[in-house]
């Protein structure tokens, strides 16, 4: 039902409890016709409470149906399988650029003494963390970032450049332990919480997902597990995007050659 509804009955109902305090007032003598108006007046308020808990479960439902879950996918850097997913989510940004409110790369692995540990050791969690910064403080370069130093080993700092990376800023938010590691800790608190140990894992809307449902590790299948859970789908959902398996490894090239067409595969326990 509408507010306007609301109110009028509301104006209704103060009406009538007036028109009997009145009637009470004046017909004392008549209980009966007192006690119809007192009933009325209770069925009135019943039902006005009966709609208006409707009405809170109908808005209720419309922000939950509103509320697009984020697609997350859980990662090492140095983790071809990683690499794999990321490129698939960095070609389906390209492709389509409002796709990157709903989808976040997340990093597996652990704090020890303020330092973040990763499964592949320290220049992965080295990467790790720089990533993790731009993720969270320069989050317009992130995917431009991810997709430049994926094609090539080593490339991180040049990468940095030619995609408009504040360095400096991105430097102070890895030595500050309230700032990088922190962003870091968010990451491997969920990680734990959603049991993830392989690279890449898919969380959808906090739940595990499997991406080979939905197109594999492709951009028009990160796409699609973003548009599963959509009521109203926007207009992106009906763009076709690349459906070709993303490389795995370094490459500097999207699509995966027969040498690496092992896609389905991940990395194991990062413990």
């Known amino acids: 039902m509408k507010i306007k509804y609301f109110a009028v009955l509301v104006v209704f109902v103060v009406l009538i409890c007036g028109f009997g305090s009145v009637v009470k007032a ?6 009966e016709l007192i006690n119809q108006i007192k009933l009325q007046i209770t069925k009135l ?19 939950n149906s509103n509320q697009i879950p984020m697609l997350e996918a859980y990662v090492v850097a140095r983790c071809p399988y990683g690499l794999q997913m990321q490129r698939a989510m960095a070609e389906a940004v390209k492709g389509q650029p409002d796709l990157a409110k709903y989808i976040k790369a997340r990093y597996i692995g652990s704090v020890l003494e303020n330092t973040i540990t990763s499964m592949h050791g320290e220049e992965e969690a080295a990467e790790n963390l720089r990533q ?20 090539a080993s080593g ?12 360095s400096s800023k991105l430097s102070a938010c890895i030595s500050d332990v309230t700032r990088g590691v922190s962003y870091a800790k968010e990451d491997f608190d969920l990680a734990e919480k959603y049991s993830i140990l392989g690279s890449p894992t898919m969380i959808l809307g ?14 028009d299948g990160v796409k ?11 207009s992106f959902c009906s763009q076709a995007l690349n459906v070709s398996q993303a490389a795995v490894s370094f490459s500097s090239a999207y699509e995966k050659s ?14």
């Open 155 to 166: 490339t991180e700092t040049s990468c940095e450049a030619s995609t408009g990376v504040d």
């Open 45 to 63: 308020q019943l039902q006005l409470k009966i709609l208006l808990l409707q009405q809170e479960i109908n808005q209720t439902t419309s922000q």
């Open 132 to 151: 993790i910064c731009i993720r969270e403080e320069q989050p317009a370069k992130y995917w431009d970032y991810v997709g430049c130093q994926m094609k």
């Open 258 to 271: 027969s040498s690496n067409s092992l896609s389905s595969g991940g990395c194991g326990s990062a413990q």
């Open 224 to 234: 699609s597990m973003v548009c599963s859970r959509f009521e109203t789908k926007p």
């Open 26 to 31: 004046q017909t004392t003598d008549n209980q």
């Open 206 to 219: 906090g739940k595990l997902i499997d991406e080979s449902s939905y197109g594999g590790r492709s951009a």
